[in-house]
Structure formats: structure tokens, C-alpha cells
């Protein structure tokens, strides 16, 4: 397909006047001269992101949060009613409905008991309309990170995308497969500014692939699909890494802490390994415990419901304050 022409970008010199995008040229009723479109690569953004991350601009695509990432990935690599994919469940549930949206059959292969991947039976699931799998490395509900041999093998061996879902990767031991970009043409890899960076509300999603992968992104996404204001938020942010970093820091102290603290109440039978912002636990009558902070206006994530995360509960890391006024609450139910 031919990728929509806007006026931004036909021209990419510099110039005093605009006339050629039909905008208001008298401005707008906010302080700011927001009546210009918005830059629809986002190259400014990008090259600040280049920097941080070390992968060449080209390498980058910018998404409204990562859902737009893996949206588009279906609707390039894979004819509706016809391909399918390949997920892990208990894994990130937008995998799946965007797959539904687009009419594309889900295949699954469930994690081990240890939550990682049966390599033997991703391998028998793998047929020729498999197009993508999906990783979630740290995974998200368990908190743990992906065996990374086990990630190698399927980049070796499966002909289709390998997509890497790195959103927690701020908090893990585990590296970032970034990387290896320039060794597998078939890896795709995805992170947010909405965890660790703490910008949740500017939606604001990564894809780091090959060129030819990031063409295909730029061609169908649509053309100003990273407003203005996100844009130049995103850059002021990233030049305060030392925030960051502190936030990464205590978090990680954090759950640690809160994680010793869980297993000394009676109702706690397991807290799973995380490296992520969150921790899993295993908790007699979970349901119960989750009503009973939620009358104390304490909210955490019932995911019982889900295959083997049976009486768990996610508890995201927050405050060193708001974690002892969880733990409190904790203590008055566990009395």
C-alpha cells in the first residue's frame, strides 16, 4: 500500500510560513501555538529516545502506548480468518483482544508451574499460518522474567515475529534484548514510559525492530498518531533520569520489603519472584481479602480467575507509605 502523504510530511527544511496544511494561522485559545500538527515521526522524540536507549533512530517506532504497537503488528503480518498466533497464558490480556479485533485465531500454550515457557509444546503448537508469538518478559501477571535461553530458541527457530513485551524491563536483572536487533531480523520488542518512567497518562508506547519492520509501522499507522503535548512532555521527561532511576531504586527496595512482610501473615501461602513493579501472592480466600481493601479503599488486582494464578492477588509496589498502610490493613483482616 502507499502510505498516506501528509504536509509534514512532504516538507522537512526549514520555513516562516505554513500554508500548506489548511491550519488556523492565527493560533489558539490555549497559551501555546498548538494549531500546527504535530511532527508525524516524531524525530526529536526519537533521537532523545536513541540516545537513552542506544538503538538508531530508525530502530523506533512511537505508539499511544504500546496497544497501538501490537495492534498494527496484526493487521501488517497477519490475514484475518486465516493466521494465528501463539500466546502464554497467564500473560498480558491485549495480546488476545487484539487479536480478536482483528479476526485472528489465538493459539495458546500455558506457562510451565514455574511460569516459563514448555518449549516442547510451543513447538508442537507452531504450524505454517503461525505468524507471531508473543513473549511477555517480565510477565505480567506472574512478575517474572522469561527463561533467556529459552527466549533464543524461539528466535531462532520459528521463521515468523518474535515479539518481546519489555514494559517491566526497567525493574528486572534480566537485560533487554535490544541488543540483539541487529542478529535477528524476526525480533520485535516492545516498551512503555508507563511504568517505571511514571507517565501513564501521555500514552506513550515503544517498538524497537528492524528498519524494514518500522517502515511498515510508519506506513499504516496514522499519520499524527503521538500528539503534540505528549511529544514534548516525553522529551522534558526523559531528561530527568535520575528521578527515574530513585523511583526504580525504592520500588525495588520495596517490594522486597513488602514481600518479607506478606509471608509473615497466616493467609499468605506463596509470594512469587518478581521483576517487576508488582508481586504476585498466592493467599487464602483472596477474593475476600481483595472486597475487604476495597471497603478500605485500598485497590489491588483479584486475578484468581486466571490459569494458575488460582487465590492470587497483584499488588503493585506504591509507596513506601502506602505499603504500610496496606500491610496494616493486612493485619487487621489476618486478626
Request: proline content about 5%; charged content about 20%; some cysteine.
Amino acid at each position: 500500500m502507499t502510505a498516506y502523504s501528509s504536509a509534514r510530511h512532504e516538507f522537512t527544511g526549514t520555513a516562516n510560513i505554513f500554508l500548506d496544511a489548511n491550519e488556523n494561522s492565527f493560533g489558539s485559545p490555549l497559551p501555546e501555538n498548538y494549531n500546527r500538527y504535530p511532527d508525524p515521526l516524531q524525530l526529536k522524540l526519537k533521537e532523545k529516545i536513541s540516545s537513552i536507549k542506544g538503538v538508531p533512530a530508525h530502530n523506533i517506532f512511537l505508539g499511544n502506548g504500546s496497544d497501538e504497537a501490537i495492534d498494527l503488528l496484526f493487521r501488517i503480518f497477519c490475514e484475518p480468518g486465516k493466521d494465528n498466533i501463539l500466546i502464554f497464558p497467564p500473560t498480558y490480556g491485549m495480546y488476545e483482544v487484539c487479536a480478536e479485533m482483528n479476526d485472528i485465531k489465538v493459539k495458546k500454550v500455558s506457562l510451565t508451574e514455574s511460569f516459563q515457557l514448555n518449549l516442547e509444546a510451543t513447538e508442537a503448537a507452531i504450524v505454517a499460518n503461525t505468524k507471531m508469538i508473543f513473549v511477555c518478559s517480565p510477565n505480567n501477571p506472574t512478575g517474572n522474567s522469561i527463561n533467556r535461553n529459552d527466549i533464543e530458541v524461539l528466535l531462532n527457530n520459528f521463521d515468523g515475529l518474535v515479539v518481546i513485551d519489555e514494559a517491566y524491563i526497567n525493574y528486572s536483572k534480566q537485560k533487554t534484548f535490544i541488543p540483539e536487533l541487529t542478529e535477528y531480523p524476526n525480533l520485535v520488542i516492545l516498551q512503555t514510559l508507563s511504568k517505571a518512567w511514571g507517565l501513564a497518562g501521555l500514552r506513550l508506547g515503544m517498538a524497537f525492530a528492524g528498519e524494514p519492520i518500522i517502515n511498515y509501522l510508519n506506513k499504516v499507522k496514522y499519520p499524527y498518531n503521538i500528539n503534540t503535548v505528549t511529544q514534548q512532555l516525553a522529551i522534558e521527561a526523559l531528561g530527568n533520569i535520575s528521578s527515574v532511576n530513585n523511583w526504580t531504586k525504592t520500588t525495588v527496595e520495596q517490594k522486597e520489603w513488602l514481600k518479607d512482610e506478606l509471608l509473615k501473615l497466616s493467609f499468605t501461602q506463596i509470594v512469587y519472584p518478581s521483576d517487576a513493579n508488582f508481586i504476585l501472592a498466592k493467599m487464602t480466600e483472596a477474593r475476600n481479602i481483595y472486597e475487604f481493601l476495597s471497603d478500605k479503599g485500598i485497590i489491588v488486582r483479584d486475578r484468581s480467575k486466571i490459569i494458575l494464578c488460582d487465590d492470587c492477588l497483584r499488588i503493585t509496589i506504591g509507596t513506601p507509605d502506602e505499603n504500610k498502610q496496606l500491610l496494616e490493613a493486612l493485619k487487621v483482616y489476618n486478626s
